[in-house]
């Protein structure tokens, strides 16, 4: 058998996990998520100091709005605290499915890659890959069935992240797309 272009072995860590999903959120969210948080915000501010100047009718119509925009704040909190924790339980999840073996791999090839993690070996075509993306830090992908796999440029061995990047654009006849995270 040839040798890979590129091998790579990472191990799954929690790290990697939450820098990955903080990459894929960014890729699936609209890019005017904060538009509804300042919406939200502002209709408060606006409310409240309603309810503060008028009086009577008005100001009891102010109030009302001024305490439901507080509800629809308190619950978009809520949601971003669950989704933070959430997303440690879900890690402790894998890893418990997992076993403890943590480690994988990936050999990718001029028309293959082999994905060899504790459980299976799988050898697949790169029309299986649905998209590819590219973080600061590390590299993500998608297959057909919905599995998703990442890891560090760091543990890229074979070439550069560039090289890399140029080669995987070629093998899977797609674009590698690139994702910003602050970090």
Known sequence: MNEPKFQVNTEMTEELYRYSNRGFQKYTMPPGSWM???LVAMMLVGNACGAYVLEGFPRWICVTVCAAFFLIGCFMIRGLIRKYFALG???????????????????????????TRWYTKETLSYDFVSWILEFPKGYMFMLNNCAVYYFWKREIL????EEFKA????????????????E
Do not use: C
């Open 167 to 182: 080669f995987l654009e070629s093998a899977a006849k797609q674009q590698v797309n690139y994702i910003e995270i602050k």
């Open 89 to 115: 339980q879900a890690y402790r999840k894998i890893v418990k499915q997992m076993e403890g073996n943590l480690s994988q791999s990936y050999a990718f090839f001029p028309d293959h890659m082999v994905i």
């Open 36 to 38: 509804v948080w300042a």
């Open 158 to 161: 074979g070439g550069t992240p």
